[in-house]
């Protein structure tokens, strides 16, 4: 007779807050998602005149100084701020008050493609200008990428494990997947898992140079998509042990069950040619989860509408799945939100969650002319009733970086 896990070993989300171009916090988020809302606009964030693309996903009508209590907005940049409110709605999503909880126990696992990459865009600026020495030394404090995580923990006071990855696209999962060791590993009872990327000239500029981002729409798997839609935005979980939140009652919305890391060390930025890598991640996922193919409910694709990614990622998918490839739920919320880069796989993580919780699957947005070559069921421009009780989250980043995280309905 199979012996049940030990509740002390099982790692579960009950705390999740957002920051995307579709809103702020659970329920906004949720809500737009389902509804098939787009946050693509004109980029306001600066000009791209000098481009031939000018539409990005922005997080509009923020305000840091509504979540930053104990930190002073202007000595952090807007990664940390994206950061630290998503970490303060996934606390008070899981009814956890920052001074209830053992700080030295309490960790931060945070994932980025950029950092503060608006920091460095001000310092070149006034390079260029021949105003180096305005600068100040607050640059220092302000811009390495490893001062997101800080900033959380500082500004809630936790004493615990810190630590950023900064894995581009698949930096989220990694987090989540770092926190989830943690917990089993019993170095910390709580960590606070997610990811944060800014809007930012230097990465609107480099992808538009490479010819990546779609002059209109983002649109996965569509036979006429042409490319992706950066955007910006944060997504924290709070992560706990299944008996830590048994013991306070917590609302539990999905176990983290396992997840699998690969690198194709193949090409820069192109993916393998078969997909190896993400196969590779997807099937350690299952197996550090204890999970058979058969048994997935929903795939949270990488989807980012650019023809190489789609077209692979359905190959591994196929290459997986197999025959049940065809009649496995996959969406991208990307056609939503655009790419948030190191928040990417954080919100989606987030959203596996809810579609846990909710037996119900996000669309794929603007995919209105199958491809021949995408002829999986993506899920298209409606959202769907559906039994979820495993999500696989899945992450393709530059340089052959995969993650996949898998999410189950929790059973005592």
Same mark, same amino acid.
């Given at each position: 007779?199979?012996?049940?896990?030990?509740?002390?070993?099982?790692?579960?989300?009950?705390?999740?807050?957002?920051?995307?171009?579709?809103?702020?916090?659970?329920?906004?988020?949720?809500?737009?998602?389902?509804?098939?809302?787009?946050?693509?606009?004109?980029?306001?964030?600066?000009?791209?005149?000098?481009?031939?693309?000018?539409?990005?996903?922005?997080?509009?009508?923020?305000?840091?100084?509504?979540?930053?209590?104990? @930190?002073?907005?202007?000595?952090?940049?807007?990664?940390?701020?994206?950061?630290?409110?998503?970490?303060?709605?996934?606390?008070?999503?899981?009814?956890?008050?920052?001074?209830?909880?053992?700080?030295?126990?309490?960790?931060?696992?945070?994932?980025?493609?950029?950092?503060?990459?608006?920091?460095?865009?001000?310092?070149?600026?006034?390079?260029?200008? +021949?105003?180096?020495?305005?600068?100040?030394?607050?640059?220092?404090?302000?811009?390495?990428?490893?001062?997101?995580?800080?900033?959380?923990?500082?500004?809630?006071?936790?004493?615990?494990?810190?630590? /950023?990855?900064?894995?581009?696209?698949?930096?989220?999962?990694?987090?989540?997947?770092?926190?989830?060791?943690?917990?089993?590993? +019993?170095?910390?009872? /709580?960590?606070?898992?997610?990811?944060?990327?800014?809007?930012?000239?230097?990465?609107?500029?480099?992808?538009?140079? /490479?010819?990546?981002?779609?002059?209109?729409?983002?649109?996965?798997?569509?036979?006429?998509?042409?490319?992706?839609?950066?955007?910006?935005?944060?997504?924290?979980?709070?992560?706990?042990?299944?008996?830590?939140?048994?013991?306070? +009652?917590?609302?539990?919305?999905?176990?983290?069950?396992?997840?699998?890391?690969?690198?194709?060390?193949?090409?820069?930025?192109?993916?393998?040619?078969?997909?190896?890598?993400?196969?590779?991640?997807?099937?350690?996922?299952?197996?550090?989860?204890?999970?058979?193919?058969?048994?997935?409910?929903?795939?949270?694709?990488?989807?980012?509408?650019?023809?190489?990614?789609?077209?692979?990622?359905?190959?591994?998918?196929?290459?997986?799945?197999?025959?049940?490839?065809?009649?496995?739920?996959?969406?991208?919320?990307?056609?939503?939100?655009?790419?948030?880069? +190191?928040?990417?796989?954080?919100?989606?993580?987030?959203?596996?969650?809810?579609?846990?919780?909710?037996?119900?699957?996000?669309? @794929?947005?603007?995919?209105?002319?199958?491809?021949?070559?995408?002829?999986?069921?993506?899920?298209?421009?409606?959202?769907?009733?559906?039994?979820?009780?495993?999500?696989?989250?899945?992450?393709?980043?530059?340089?052959?970086?995969?993650?996949?995280?898998?999410?189950?309905?929790?059973?005592?």
């Amino acid at each position: 007779m199979k012996q049940p896990r030990r509740m002390e070993r099982r790692v579960v989300i009950t705390g999740i807050g957002l920051v995307t171009p579709v809103g702020t916090g659970r329920e906004a988020v949720w809500r737009n998602l389902l509804a098939g809302r787009c946050g693509v606009a004109p980029v306001e964030a600066y000009d791209t005149g000098e481009l031939s693309v000018h539409r990005g996903a922005e997080v509009k009508q923020f305000s840091a100084k509504d979540y930053l209590i104990n @930190t002073d907005a202007e000595t952090v940049g807007r990664a940390s701020q994206f950061a630290i409110a998503a970490a303060r709605l996934a606390l008070e999503d899981a009814g956890l008050a920052p001074d209830a909880v053992e700080p030295e126990r309490v960790g931060v696992s945070m994932g980025t493609t950029s950092g503060e990459p608006l920091e460095i865009e001000r310092f070149d600026d006034r390079l260029v200008n +021949g105003e180096l020495g305005e600068v100040g030394a607050e640059f220092m404090a302000r811009y390495p990428c490893h001062n997101i995580s800080a900033n959380v923990a500082g500004e809630f006071g936790f004493g615990g494990l810190n630590i /950023l990855i900064p894995t581009a696209c698949a930096a989220g999962n990694y987090a989540v997947a770092y926190g989830f060791d943690a917990l089993r590993a +019993g170095r910390a009872s /709580l960590v606070l898992a997610g990811g944060a990327d800014p809007f930012s000239r230097i990465t609107y500029t480099g992808f538009a140079r /490479l010819g990546a981002i779609a002059p209109e729409l983002c649109q996965p798997f569509d036979r006429n998509r042409k490319g992706m839609i950066p955007g910006e935005g944060a997504g924290v979980v709070v992560l706990e042990t299944l008996a830590g939140a048994t013991r306070r +009652g917590a609302r539990i919305y999905a176990e983290v069950a396992g997840y699998g890391l690969s690198c194709d060390a193949h090409h820069m930025t192109a993916a393998h040619a078969e997909g190896d890598g993400a196969v590779r991640a997807m099937e350690e996922a299952l197996r550090s989860s204890g999970t058979r193919a058969e048994d997935v409910s929903y795939v949270s694709a990488h989807g980012t509408g650019t023809p190489t990614n789609d077209r692979l990622e359905t190959v591994a998918v196929k290459r997986l799945f197999k025959e049940a490839a065809y009649r496995l739920p996959m969406s991208s919320i990307k056609s939503m939100i655009g790419h948030t880069m +190191g928040a990417a796989s954080a919100i989606e993580a987030a959203v596996c969650a809810l579609a846990i919780q909710q037996d119900c699957i996000p669309p @794929t947005m603007n995919l209105t002319e199958p491809d021949p070559e995408c002829d999986l069921d993506y899920v298209a421009n409606e959202a769907r009733g559906h039994e979820v009780n495993v999500a696989m989250n899945n992450a393709y980043a530059f340089g052959g970086n995969n993650s996949s995280l898998v999410l189950k309905k929790c059973e005592v």
